[in-house]
């Protein structure tokens, strides 16, 4: 079974800074997408990140990126000049990879961080 | 482009009483999928519809079903509601046998039983 452990509850970081979001995960799979999503106030579920398990470099979108280290099965997001926006839940998440490179399957979630971003 | 649509957006109902909430997928995707999140939680998968079948379920009672229709919109089901069943459910869409992919999420269902 797949599990996904976020251990901060809760993160604060100064309006420009960068940040890390702790995310650690156990699979039997050989093969395993792991996303990031932002979820403000509102409750829409923002997509943020990818990395797979196979990829050899750390992914990369704009001010996001993930700090994938696969022995220690751990995959943390950094935020590089936090901005006011930024503030809500951030959740990590995995996904099991068919053969063929497919995916079907369920997401499992992290119990999510909250962000806030002091000015 | 439209989104995940869900409807509604609130919902208050109370213990034992049935409940359908609906959900439209972003244009262009075949497949959703439902996770319930309890306050403070991260979501839980509930289960996936693709071409109007049961694809894949979740850890919940058969007090929680599904359907599909051809339009690809879905609905979740809930029977002889209880307290615990209050959570944000949101629905999820993507095109079946891509590769890997992000799921798109509607901004959810909030429902209450008291």
């Known amino acids: 079974a797949q599990k996904i452990t976020q251990t901060q509850p809760g993160m604060f970081v100064q309006e420009k800074e960068a940040v890390t979001l702790d995310c650690t995960y156990d699979t039997s799979d050989p093969s395993y997408g792991l996303f990031w999503y932002k979820q403000p106030s509102s409750g829409e579920m923002i997509f943020l990140i990818y990395?797979?398990?196979?990829?050899?470099q750390n992914a990369t979108e704009g001010r996001y990126s993930l700090n994938f280290q696969k022995a220690r099965k751990s995959a943390n997001l950094v935020i590089s000049a936090s901005q006011l926006g930024d503030s809500a839940m951030y959740f990590c998440?995995?996904?099991?990879?068919?053969?063929?490179?497919?995916?079907?399957?369920?997401?499992?979630f992290g119990q999510g961080t909250i962000l806030t971003v002091h000015p | 482009d439209a989104g995940v649509t869900q409807s509604p957006t609130h919902l208050i109902k109370t213990r034992g009483q049935q409940v359908t909430l609906r959900c439209s997928p972003k244009s262009g995707h075949d497949t959703v999928s439902w996770y319930q999140q309890a306050l403070g939680q991260g979501p839980q998968f509930i289960f996936q519809?693709?071409?109007?079948?049961?694809?894949q379920r979740g850890n919940f009672p058969d007090r929680f079903s599904g359907h599909q229709f051809p339009n690809y919109s879905s609905e979740l089901n809930v029977n002889a509601l209880l307290l615990g069943d209050s959570a944000l459910y949101l629905c999820?869409?993507?095109?079946?046998?891509?590769?890997?992919?992000?799921?798109?999420f509607g901004s959810g269902t909030q429902l209450s039983v008291l």
């Open positions: 990395q797979g398990s196979y990829d050899q």
């Open positions: 998440a995995m996904r099991e990879i068919q053969a063929g490179g497919t995916s079907y399957g369920k997401l499992t």
């Open positions: 519809y693709y071409e109007e079948e049961e694809r």
């Open positions: 999820a869409s993507s095109l079946w046998g891509l590769p890997v992919q992000k799921l798109f």
